[in-house]
């Protein structure tokens, strides 16, 4: 698989046009998801609502939400296609990326197809075997980012050392955080907890040069995560990650928020580490939640998110 830095549809570091609002033109998998197309399609529609500077592309077989799209009205629908595209729905949003007809994708289908198609067709960055998918949770504090949730369920030191590296540019690029702490997730917070993988690494996370002048905060357990106040980041492997995400996702929804925050994050999921902007929704995502997905995407697009993760990266690791 191809390896580099530049990010599809970015321009060269320094001369980067962010352009907001600006067109976003989404690639959205249509078939995508336990409840697709339906959810899909009603998650489309949410989001052009929201947003009349989006043009988005349903990619999956075309009698699956034209009948739903007719009765649309006009402005609506001039900014909703369909492709007919009856198998590898995900395989066709990201090769709209990669060929430029897409600025981004977003899919609620298997995780594991979306990751491999992406790393395939967009490239990984230099060094980053395998891509993070990177959430963002509400806290007591505020917000904490959480990688891997799905992912690599089986990783190694270098794939962890790397969603250090990846979570604190994302907390850097797109949250604005100073300095971001990075915490591993264990069982508990006293030297030498956890399995052997978690055992081993924080003595490489203390010299690890990390980007925005990131530091290695410590081990964190899963009360950290609730409080928000050890760590901006925390790392964990994707099957741990992924555990965790939906366990506290359920909890909020029947109890609420911590603090009760009235604007949760998206239930949605960047892929880092891959050169395109790549939004991975649950497969239980409801029509509210593809629209959350797709409006991530639009953002991340018109802010150059990745782009600028990936020019932080590079410079940081030109100098480590």
Not at 5 to 18: E, I, K, L, N, Y
Not at 52 to 69: E, H, K, R, S, Y
Not at 221 to 241: C, I, K, N, P
Request: net charge neutral.
């Amino acid at each position: 698989m191809p390896e580099r830095w530049r990010t599809t549809g970015a321009t060269v570091p320094g001369q980067r046009t962010v352009g907001e609002p600006g067109t976003a033109r989404i690639a959205v998998d249509l078939l995508g998801g336990d409840q697709a197309p339906a959810v899909v399609v009603d998650g489309a529609l949410r989001a052009c609502r929201a947003d009349p500077f989006l043009q988005l592309t349903l990619v999956g077989p075309a009698d699956a939400a034209d009948a739903i799209l007719a009765a649309q009205k006009p402005g609506v629908r001039r900014r909703i296609t369909t492709t007919n595209t009856p198998a590898d729905t995900v395989g066709a949003a990201v090769l709209a990326v990669a060929e430029g007809r897409a600025d981004a994708l977003v899919s609620a289908g298997d995780t594991r197809a979306t990751v491999l198609s992406a790393a395939r067709e967009l490239g990984r960055w230099p060094g980053v075997r395998r891509p993070a998918l990177t959430a963002v949770l509400p806290t007591a504090a505020g917000r904490v980012i959480l990688l891997d949730v799905g992912s690599s369920v089986d990783p190694d030191e270098e794939t962890l050392a790397w969603h250090a590296r990846l979570g604190a540019a994302y907390a850097s690029v797109v949250h604005h955080v100073p300095t971001p702490r990075v915490g591993l997730l264990t069982i508990g917070t006293e030297p030498g907890k956890g399995d052997r993988l978690r055992r081993g690494l924080p003595a490489r996370l203390f010299d690890l040069p990390l980007p925005a002048g990131g530091r290695y905060a410590g081990l964190v357990e899963g009360s950290d995560v609730v409080l928000g106040r050890a760590a901006d980041v925390v790392v964990t492997d994707g099957f741990t990650g992924n555990v965790l995400l939906k366990g506290l996702e359920t909890a909020y929804a029947l109890t609420g928020t911590p603090a009760g925050r009235a604007d949760p994050p998206p239930r949605a999921a960047l892929l880092l580490g891959v050169s395109g902007t790549v939004v991975v929704c649950h497969g239980a995502a409801t029509g509210p939640d593809i629209a959350a997905g797709i409006a991530l995407a639009a953002d991340l697009h018109r802010r150059a998110s990745v782009a600028a993760i990936a020019d932080l990266l590079s410079a940081q690791r030109g100098i480590a």
